[in-house]
Structures are given as structure tokens and as C-alpha cells.
């Protein structure tokens, strides 16, 4: 067939193989030309939770081809039939693919990470031979999940807390600008949200793997938050993902207490405002992401996952003086949070409009990171090309 985009609003409904492959392919580039060679502070055996998409597969090309790491890979993806598999499952396809030729362990299981039925295929597979994790990096981006106990469903909501939102919104299909209102979220749907995006999944996990003996000494693990500045608090800080994150902040503290007898730590990492399939999805974001990426390549400080991840394991986990705040979060986020990249983006944010919206923003760059992340828009890529929407794959 051949694979042309299908967007709706903040969603492509289809992906394509090869350039989804692509992609992968060019991040491994990356990370090979510029992680250090592995010390004994190495990861060895990583778990990635989320390992498909964004800076979850990030996460795992980093640990992979820039630390020679064991892989094991949670996602939650859509296999193709007679239509396009998902990006994520072309991703992780890829992924295996360049792991067997390095001759790097790799194993992904395909199925809902919040399950008691997927965390115990992981004990399992563990306890078959890949052994013990020294690294475990949790980094699901889900918009419901279902409590692995009672059965109740629980749905996130993207809003603020307390009183309305006013906001500039760029409609992506449009391209036009207005104001929106965002209502106030209700108090269940504020405890819906802790319930979906919170740290208690995160701790079950870690709970699992310690039961089980699973957890090397000095294991440590990390979850991903975002924080940003004036303009995004209101969606993120005051709103239901930031009492969401609050609660990562707490389980990191709670998991730290647990694996203090093998020496493990937790920590939440604050990554920078990036283009990907959730981030897509947020009120107000698209036309920041716009500004901000303009700002951000204009200074020569602009950065995608896969830079961000490579910092953060350079810099942060495996660092002898990691850059942390004063809540222990690890911080990577200072390029895009630089006073003077703030006040030029508030300074375009109040003169934007529908008119100037693409000489006073980067859309253009903001829309190829979106279609990217679908492997759409990669140079080398025919895509008038008769492709198959099936790869081999392993998982």
C-alpha cells in the first residue's frame, strides 16, 4: 500500500514502517557518536516501562547503544493486519532489529504495563535468564488505566484546578488562533488523574521486583515529569497533571525508603517541553512547542528526546555530581528554562496571531517533529513507494 499521513486534530492515525525505522535508526546514531564508553557505574540490566514512544524508547536506545545494556521493553502497541501498525510497534520492530546485529540482549512484552498479569511475564522473564535490574525507568503516558485490583477504570483529565483557564489555542487543522476557556476539574476527576499519571503504578512495579528478589544492589530508578515556566503552569503546576506529579514526587520518596537495604534510589526527572504523541494532545502546547522551538534552534540550544536522554543519563544518573534541585528531582530542562528563552517566548506568545503565526513561530518544525513521531516526513524515504504495513519482528 501506499502510507500517506492521516492526521485529526492532534492525532495520525497511521504510521509508516520504514520510516518509523528510520527514526529509530538515526536516534541509535546519535547516542553511538556521543555517550562515553561504559565505566562500572554502568546500567547493565534496564527495564524500560513505556518503551515505545518518546523518551521512553529514548530511554532504552540510550541504555542499549550508548551503555552495551541488557533490554527489557514494556509497551502497549497496536500490531498491523490490513492497516498500519502503530508507530510505537514499528519503533520497537526497528529497535530489535539493530539489538540482534550489535549483539545486545533484547527482549519487549506487548501488553498493558498497569496489568498484574504483564508485571508478572516481566518477574518470569527475569527470573529465566536476563536476571536481575539494575535500572528501571518508568515512562507510560496512558490516558486511562485500569486499577489491577478493584477492576475500576480510571480517566485522566487535562485541567486546571480551582478556577477556569483562559489561553491562546492553535487549532493544528486550522491553523487559526483563539481563545479557549478550560473549565476546572471536579474533585474525582483531579483524583482520576493522580490514579492514572501518578507514582502509584511506579511503586507496584518496584514492589513487584523487590518481592521477587529481582532488584540488583544499588538499583536505582527514574520516572519523567515536566514542570515548564509562567505560560504552561497553568495547564501543568496548578491543574490535574501537576497534582499528578506531585504524587510522583512522593512515591520517589517512598521508593527510595523501600530499596534502602539493597542501596537503591529513586528519582523524578524534569525533562524539557518536547513534540510527542501526549505532549500533542495538551491544550496551549502546540502553539508554546511552536515558539519555543524557534527560540530554542535560534540560540542553538534546541534538543529532541534522544538528546535529552543522553544528557540525562550522562549528567544525572550515572554522574558522580548529578544536577538536582532541592526536591532530589533530576533536572535537564534549564535550556528551555533560561530566563531570556522564557521572556522571548512570552514576548511572541502576546503578539502571535493567526496571521503572523509562521514568522513569529516555527510550526513548520513544530509539524515535522509531529509527523516524525510516525515515521513520516524522514529524508530518504520514498513515500510514494508500494510499501507493506507488516515487519518481522520478535515481540
Partial sequence: MIIKPKVRGFICTNAHPAGCAANVREQIS????????????????????????????ASRIT????????????????????KTGSA????????????ATAGLYAHTINGDAFSNEIKDQVIQLLKAGMG???????????????DPVSGEVYTSALKPIGSPHVSKNLNTDT?????????????????????????????????????????????RTVAYTYLGDKLTWPIYGQATIGRAKEDLDRAAQAITVRLRDIGGQAHVAV??????????A????????????????????????????????????????PRMDQDNRYRVDELELDPAVQDKVEAIWRQVSAENLMQLTDYQA???DFLKLFGFGIPGIDYDADISPQVETVF
Fill in 366 to 368: 513544530y509539524n515535522d
Fill in 88 to 99: 510505537g510497534y514499528y519503533n520497537t520492530a526497528a529497535f530489535h532489529e539493530a539489538a
Fill in 175 to 219: 491553523l487559526k488562533l483563539a481563545e479557549i476557556a478550560i473549565e476546572p476539574a471536579t474533585e474525582q476527576e483531579i483524583a482520576h488523574t493522580v490514579k492514572v499519571m501518578g507514582g502509584e503504578d511506579w511503586e507496584l512495579w518496584l514492589e513487584a521486583l523487590q518481592a521477587a528478589d529481582l532488584l540488583a544492589e544499588g538499583a
Fill in 282 to 321: 495538551i491544550p496551549l502546547m502546540p502553539l508554546y512547542l511552536s515558539i519555543l522551538i524557534k527560540v530554542m534552534k535560534e540560540n542553538g540550544t534546541n534538543e529532541h528526546c534522544i538528546e535529552q536522554i543522553q544528557r540525562l543519563f550522562g549528567e544525572c544518573l550515572y554522574s558522580e555530581n
Fill in 271 to 280: 525533562l524539557k517541553a518536547l513534540v510527542t504523541q501526549a505532549s500533542s
Fill in 132 to 146: 536481575k535490574i539494575d535500572l528501571l525507568v518508568y515512562s507510560l503516558a496512558s490516558p486511562r488505566r485500569t
Fill in 63 to 82: 541504555a542499549a547503544f550508548g551503555y552495551g545494556a541488557a533490554t527489557l521493553g514494556v509497551c502497549f502497541e497496536k500490531a498491523p493486519t490490513d
Fill in 30 to 57: 546519535y547516542i553511538r557518536s556521543q555517550t562515553p564508553a561504559a565505566g562500572g557505574n554502568a546500567p547493565k540490566n534496564v527495564l524500560v516501562i513505556g518503551c515505545s514512544t518518546g523518551y521512553g524508547l
